[in-house]
């Protein structure tokens, strides 16, 4: 059993940055890969980011490259996005996720674990 709490949400203006954080306990955090994944108002869950077990190999929806980082320190337990640039379409409730693998993915159905997410505002 893993569990999950996601930190660092808030209301941000457009162009503003935000880093959420979500740490992780009840099982060998090293070698499980983690996401993030985001649902707005009335859509469906979307995946954002991904990494692996050692933080080499990263995924990202096209909707955030070059704006969203996601990273991980192991020895903390913890999985960080990084996001700037925010838009007011980034505006949703974010969710970290493990999977019972090492193996990043980006698909929503991959993930065995959920945090109970954390709310993001980018105000125009």
């Known amino acids: 059993q893993v569990q999950l709490v996601e930190s660092g949400g808030g209301l941000v203006q457009a162009g503003g940055s935000l880093r959420l954080s979500c740490a992780a306990s009840?099982?060998?955090?090293?070698?499980?890969?983690m996401g993030w994944f985001r649902q707005a108002p009335g859509k469906e869950r979307d995946s954002v980011a991904a990494i692996n077990w050692s933080g080499e190999t990263t995924y990202y929806a096209d909707s955030v490259k070059g704006r969203f980082t996601i990273s991980r320190d192991n020895a903390k337990s913890t999985v960080y996005l990084q996001m700037n640039s925010l838009k007011p379409e980034d505006t949703a409730v974010y969710y970290c996720a493990a999977r019972s693998s090492p193996i990043a993915t980006m698909r929503t159905t991959g993930y065995d674990y959920w945090g109970q997410g954390t709310q993001v505002t980018v105000s125009s």
């Open positions: 009840g099982s060998t955090f090293s070698s499980t890969a």
